[in-house]
């Protein structure tokens, strides 16, 4: 398995762009990033058995959180992400009135995390 390149995630007055060597994609403004995920902070839940495993470090009621500008700040992403989103358009807007491409992000993503939650896929 070859390596693949990463983009790696810039904020640039407010705007997530994806970037690696000459490409940079604007994926939107983390305004937006942080209220379609539903808030500053995104938590994933654990249930009993795989809170106690030794390498993670669930809170007491099982769960993990964290904050959502800083895990978006240092996730780089993968070519196919990337490809993904290139082809959602980033001037047209959703029926709630955000860019396609943001609201595609944040579903790639949060389906990412919540994947990470669960241990038995």
Same mark, same amino acid.
């Given at each position: 398995?070859? *390596?693949? !390149? ?5 904020? %640039? ?7 690696? /060597? ?6 939107? @403004?983390?305004?937006? =990033?942080? %209220?379609?995920?539903?808030?500053? $902070?995104? $938590?994933? /839940?654990?249930?009993? &058995? ?13 769960? =993990?959180?964290?904050? +959502?500008?800083?895990? +978006? &700040?240092?996730? !780089?992403? $993968?070519?196919?992400?990337?490809? *993904?989103? /290139? *082809?959602? !358009? =980033?001037?047209?807007? $959703?029926?709630?009135? +955000? !860019? ?5 992000? +944040?579903?790639? =993503? @949060? ?6 939650? *669960?241990?038995?896929?």
């Amino acid at each position: 398995m070859t *390596n693949q !390149p990463r983009y790696e995630p810039q904020v %640039e007055d407010g705007t997530l762009y994806l970037e690696h /060597e000459r490409t940079r994609l604007e994926v939107g @403004t983390m305004d937006q =990033i942080v %209220e379609l995920v539903g808030g500053e $902070t995104y $938590t994933l /839940e654990y249930t009993a &058995r795989q809170g106690a495993a030794a390498w993670l470090s669930t809170d007491d009621d099982e769960t =993990i959180t964290f904050d +959502v500008r800083d895990a +978006v &700040r240092e996730m !780089p992403h $993968t070519p196919d992400l990337v490809s *993904n989103l /290139e *082809n959602c !358009p =980033i001037d047209e807007s $959703t029926a709630d009135g +955000v !860019p396609k491409r943001t609201a595609l992000f +944040v579903d790639l =993503i @949060t389906e990412i995390w919540d994947s990470k939650g *669960n241990l038995e896929t």
